[in-house]
């Protein structure tokens, strides 16, 4: 399966999804998620024992593309934050309904809603120079991706809040020592660590790995309910005046 800005490849009972729009740091856009969406249905048709996510260039997400929300027209906006944050919602749920483990590997930026490809992984490794970072408050845009939700599940509810009022960024050290992330490696390290945690999996007995994710992962229904008030949220925010000119100040254009 070959799509635009996301690749699915498999190697006997691993899957790989690589993020592959590099040149916008795989910023979110309908056509990545689509093609996330698509790689996770074929994830769920043949099942494989492990899935690894990963991405291309120097972030593994900088998460809802900024810039393409400012170039849509005003009265267009709505329409398109339906889109992104809408798929983003049905790739958290999909993640969570995946009857594989999810391993991430990431590396850079990881910033707004693209916590979500994180939050809905299994097990999360993480190069020493990864970073996490909301930005909606700077920016004038209202949590997705499971930040108000699957965050706080993670993190706790107290630090995920106080991350997104002030947009602190957690190093990749602060990620494991608050349970964002599971283990650290040397970026040129990551692809041995992740290829062993796979192993490990595939080694373990499946019918019990299996019973083990539906016990200990959110529950794909309550998170389905809280993602929608996100939705909600975000799409009365991105129409305000607020959001527009956070935009343009984000950006450096002129409103």
Aim: glycine residues 8%; proline residues 6%; aromatic residues 6%.
């Amino acid at each position: 399966m070959t799509e635009q800005y996301v690749r699915l490849e498999t190697d006997g009972e691993i899957a790989r999804i690589t993020l592959a729009r590099p040149e916008r740091h795989n910023a979110l856009v309908p056509e990545l998620l689509d093609g996330l969406l698509g790689a996770l249905k074929e994830c769920h048709r043949f099942a494989p024992r492990t899935v690894i996510l990963q991405a291309e260039g120097p972030s593994f997400s900088s998460g809802g593309d900024v810039g393409a929300f400012f170039e849509t027209p005003r009265s267009e906006r709505k329409a398109f934050a339906s889109e992104v944050v809408g798929r983003l919602n049905q790739v958290i749920i999909a993640m969570l309904e995946l009857p594989s483990p999810t391993i991430a590997a990431v590396h850079g930026l990881v910033t707004g809603g693209s916590i979500g490809l994180v939050l809905a992984s299994d097990i999360v490794v993480a190069t020493e120079k990864a970073t996490f970072t909301p930005w909606y408050t700077v920016v004038g845009f209202s949590p997705d991706g499971g930040w108000s939700t699957l965050m706080g599940q993670r993190i706790g509810p107290s630090r995920a809040l106080e991350m997104q009022l002030t947009n602190r960024s957690l190093s990749a050290e602060k990620a494991l020592e608050y349970g964002l992330a599971h283990y650290l490696t040397q970026p040129e390290e990551i692809s041995a660590k992740v290829q062993e945690l796979c192993q490990s999996v595939v080694n373990k007995k499946p019918e019990s790995v299996q019973r083990t994710l539906s016990m200990n992962r959110p529950d794909p229904k309550a998170t389905a309910v809280q993602l929608q008030n996100e939705y909600e949220q975000f799409l009365e925010q991105i129409v305000t005046d607020e959001a527009h000119y956070g935009m343009a100040s984000f950006l450096k254009r002129a409103p």
